[in-house]
């Protein structure tokens, strides 16, 4: 069982930066790909950015490429997700999710993913 808490989402004006941060517990999180989505109001719910078990390995939505980056510590059993030049298209709930059915980067598909987080609320204002 894996169970993850983000923290970090806020209200910013555009150009502006946040830090996610997600902790899980759980044994098997050293071994897990880790992975952000995002869904905005009315919408589906988006893969952002993904990283292997070992941190060696990242893939990023093209909408987000150049701008968020994602890391983890596992000593701290923790992702991160750094994103700069915030935009107000960016406004969404970011989920932190885990994957005990890989342990690479991923293809960015939900069904990659089995535990996911509760959310946190990411405004951008313009």
């Known amino acids: 069982q894996v169970q993850l808490v983000e923290s970090g989402g806020g209200l910013v004006q555009a150009g502006g930066s946040l830090r996610l941060s997600c902790a899980a517990s759980g044994r098997t999180f050293s071994s897990s790909a880790m992975g952000w989505f995002r869904q905005a109001p009315g919408k589906e719910r988006d893969f952002v950015a993904s990283i292997s078990w070992n941190g060696r390995n990242t893939y990023l939505s093209d909408s987000v490429k150049g701008r968020f980056t994602i890391s983890r510590d596992n000593a701290k059993n923790t992702v991160y997700l750094q994103m700069n030049s915030l935009k107000p298209e960016d406004t969404a709930v970011y989920y932190c999710?885990?994957?005990?059915?890989?342990?690479?980067?991923?293809?960015?598909?939900?069904?990659?993913?089995?535990?996911w987080g509760q959310g946190t609320q990411v405004t951008v204002s313009s």
């Open positions: 999710a885990a994957s005990t059915l890989i342990s690479n980067s991923g293809r960015g598909s939900r069904m990659e993913y089995n535990y």
